[in-house]
């Protein structure tokens, strides 16, 4: 371990400093590219007007996080989590606390609850991940899938908790039950009752909450 002459406590790891400008760099494209999908659409969304928006060149762009169908990727990974950090969902203070619930209707309150705050993160880009890039690029429509494949089987595994904890209606398989959640939670869902229909996410999550729990415990 090296010291810095004259002082009395070690220097910190010569690469740190390194890979911290790394992830600000990252951090910076990220943002600049969440503001240009936003406002311009994915086709006016380019890698040069990314990179320019960021302050670093499109080489930057293309090794810190990829081309433009990866960035989308990063971009929409990022506001649903609310960070870059690697944590997994269910280990985030919301997926522990449902998973603490003293029953249903709590834990899937808390679930909508964690649903509305994706939504607020993501929900401005919503129409351009499902709508408008996925017609434009065949790189965009696979990480669709990816999403709704990731998505059904995150479903799949609170409708089985559910039923494993405290049970389901009469009549409702965990197959069933893993449907309707991943219905509800849709974003074609999202997108159709706050942007078309003008619902504030607040009540739809109350929605989200309130239905989920009459189709899978009839309470």
Not at 103 to 125: I, K
Not at 175 to 197: G, K, N, Q, S, Y
Request: with cysteine; charged share 25%; net charge positive.
């Amino acid at each position: 371990m090296t010291r810095v002459p004259g002082r009395g406590r070690p220097s910190p790891p010569a690469h740190a400093p390194r890979a911290e400008q790394v992830r600000e760099t990252r951090r910076r494209i990220l943002v600049a590219a969440r503001d240009m999908f936003v406002r311009r659409g994915y086709a006016g969304a380019t890698v040069d007007a990314i990179a320019h928006r960021a302050g670093v060149s499109p080489q930057t762009v293309y090794n810190a996080v990829g081309g433009k169908a990866e960035v989308l990727k990063a971009v929409y990974d990022v506001a649903l989590a609310g960070d870059d950090e690697p944590v997994p969902v269910n280990d985030r203070p919301h997926a522990v606390a449902m998973r603490a619930a003293p029953d249903a209707a709590t834990a899937l309150r808390l679930y909508a609850q964690m649903g509305r705050q994706m939504l607020e993160r993501a929900g401005p880009l919503l129409v351009t991940v499902y709508v408008d890039a996925p017609q434009q690029d065949a790189q965009v429509r696979a990480f669709v899938e990816v999403i709704e494949a990731e998505r059904r089987a995150g479903t799949g595994a609170v409708a089985g908790w559910i039923a494993e904890r405290f049970g389901l209606r009469d009549g409702v398989s965990v197959a069933e039950a893993r449907d309707v959640l991943w219905t509800l939670l849709a974003p074609e869902t999202a997108h159709r009752l706050v942007d078309l229909c003008g619902w504030s996410p607040a009540r739809w999550e109350v929605w989200i909450a309130r239905t989920a729990t009459e189709a899978l415990c009839g309470a």
